[in-house]
């Protein structure tokens, strides 16, 4: 099987997290600040929690350059990611060390916990299944962004993170991980019980990735906004 495989099973799924209200929202520019802040806040910490995720990769890995393929992601993700995100948190006003003092949601443990609940539980291949929404996802957000003429790019507050999911570094990043996901999925049957157990891994991810983008729109309930 390849990644393919993994989204065809739950396009629907699929199709919630990428195409859901709060990237819209984002897209034209009319997001609710706080939700965008909430949002922020706690894409810091789930972002802290993939990285502790990618370490799990490497001490799960059986070769030297699976080893070496998830240290890179740590790599990017503590050194590029997260520090854009620092960076751009900063005009918005927040400052790492108030992010690092922020709680974490429920739907921020939830979906990270699981990630490395899965990992812990099963083999590298389970690890990446529940890693791959992540950075396939916002990949895939970023093209459609980035290609669609009714984006506003002039004026829109949030072009910092439009730019940084569709830029050419995320997108080599997230092609070189997808690649790696193919070459692990390779020998396994889509339609065996262990290729129906990805795709419920899979699947499990991209829910919660909806939910991650509905905790965001949620802020604004909260707030009465
Ligand atoms: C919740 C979430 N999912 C994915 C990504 C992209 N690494 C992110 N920053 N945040």
């Given at each position: 099987?390849?990644?393919?495989?993994?989204?065809?099973?739950?396009?629907?799924?699929?199709d919630?997290?990428?195409?859901?209200?709060?990237?819209?929202?984002l897209?034209?520019?009319?997001?609710?600040?706080?939700?965008?802040?909430h949002?922020?806040?706690?894409?810091?910490?789930?972002?802290?929690?993939?990285?502790?995720?990618?370490?799990?990769?490497?001490?799960?890995?059986?070769?030297?350059?699976?080893?070496?393929?998830?240290?890179?992601?740590?790599?990017?993700?503590?050194?590029?990611?997260?520090?854009?995100?620092?960076?751009?948190?900063?005009?918005?006003?927040?400052?790492?060390?108030?992010?690092?003092?922020?709680?974490?949601?429920?739907?921020?443990?939830?979906?990270?916990?699981?990630?490395?609940?899965?990992?812990?539980?099963?083999?590298?291949?389970?690890?990446y299944?529940?890693?791959?929404?992540?950075?396939?996802?916002?990949?895939?957000?970023?093209?459609?962004?980035?290609?669609?003429?009714?984006?506003?790019?002039?004026?829109?507050?949030?072009?910092?993170?439009?730019?940084?999911?569709?830029g050419?570094?995320?997108?080599?990043?997230?092609?070189?991980?997808?690649?790696?996901?193919?070459?692990?999925?390779?020998?396994?049957?889509l339609?065996?019980?262990?290729?129906?157990?990805?795709?419920?891994?899979?699947r499990?991810?991209?829910?919660?990735?909806?939910?991650?983008?509905?905790?965001?729109?949620?802020?604004?309930?909260?707030?009465?906004?």
């Open positions: 099987m390849k990644h393919q495989d993994l989204i065809n099973a739950c396009q629907q799924d699929w919630a997290y990428i195409q859901h209200s709060f990237v819209q929202q897209a034209k520019g009319t997001l609710a600040h706080t939700c965008y802040l949002y922020l806040k706690q894409d810091f910490l789930f972002l802290k929690q993939y990285a502790r995720a990618y370490a799990l990769a490497i001490y799960k890995a059986n070769t030297l350059a699976d080893m070496r393929g998830a240290l890179l992601s740590v790599n990017t993700l503590l050194n590029s990611e997260i520090s854009h995100h620092v960076s751009y948190c900063a005009n918005w006003g927040l400052t790492e060390s108030d992010m690092e003092a922020e709680d974490e949601d429920a739907g921020t443990v939830a979906y990270t916990r699981y990630v490395l609940d899965t990992g812990i539980k099963g083999d590298i291949v389970d690890l299944a529940a890693l791959a929404p992540c950075s396939m996802g916002y990949a895939e957000i970023g093209r459609n962004l980035s290609a669609d003429e009714n984006t506003k790019l002039q004026g829109n507050p949030f072009i910092d993170w439009i730019t940084l999911y569709a050419e570094k995320f997108q080599q990043s997230a092609a070189q991980g997808t690649a790696h996901i193919d070459t692990l999925l390779a020998e396994i049957d339609e065996s019980q262990r290729g129906q157990n990805l795709i419920k891994i899979f499990t991810a991209t829910r919660m990735e909806t939910a991650f983008w509905q905790q965001g729109l949620n802020a604004a309930l909260e707030n009465n906004v």
